[in-house]
């Protein structure tokens, strides 16, 4: 008889269940517990999973972002660029880059770990995300924008890269924990 290899819990992790050794050396050992297969969730639970991972990551990256922005914007960003920066920033595209980079962040970082992956993972995978848009910003504002300080764009990429893995960790443990509610 070959093993069965069942769907465990809500996401996409495989559990190898075998089935109990047959011949004259038998000895008795616990079987392995295999739950039987759940049909698949619809596309509307996903979305609703996703949606609240969304809402999650967002309020969660708004927090740490405004106080990363609170405290070292007038402290370490104002001193070194701020004669190329705005004397009050723009809303609307702010609000565009917070609402995109987060729907980037849960699609990348959250999604894939919501399905049975691990705090770490997401961790891992938001940190990457973070690192390369925010690399992607600041190498592109060190090429073209004059004045933009080295030691700004190497610090807000290593921001990026923390607050990614901020985020997505934070938010793959608390959609996990309220899973289990």
């Known amino acids: 008889m070959p093993p069965r290899w069942p769907r465990a819990g809500r996401g996409a992790i495989w559990r190898r269940c075998e089935p109990l050794p047959v011949g004259p050396r038998r000895r008795r050992r616990r079987r392995r517990h295999c739950p039987p297969a759940r049909k698949p969730l619809s596309f509307e639970d ?57 729907a980037g962040l849960v699609y990348f ?3 894939d ?10 961790a891992r995978d938001g940190a990457l995300f973070g690192f390369f848009c925010y690399l992607t910003f600041n190498a592109t504002s060190l ?33 996990n924990w309220a899973a289990f509610m």
């Open 46 to 102: 996903i979305l609703a999973d996703h949606l609240v991972a969304y809402a999650v990551a967002l309020v969660l990256f708004l927090i740490a972002d405004g106080l990363w922005l609170g405290i070292s914007g007038p402290r370490v960003y104002r001193p070194r660029i701020g004669a190329i920066l705005r004397d009050r920033p723009r809303i609307a595209p702010a609000a565009a880059f917070y609402l995109l980079y987060v």
């Open 113 to 122: 770990n919501l399905a049975g992956g691990t705090v770490f993972a997401g």
């Open 143 to 175: 090429a073209l924008i004059r004045g933009y300080d080295r030691a700004i764009a190497m610090l807000d990429t290593g921001w990026g890269a923390v607050l990614g893995g901020l985020v997505a960790g934070a938010t793959v443990a608390i959609m």
């Open 109 to 111: 970082a959250v999604a």
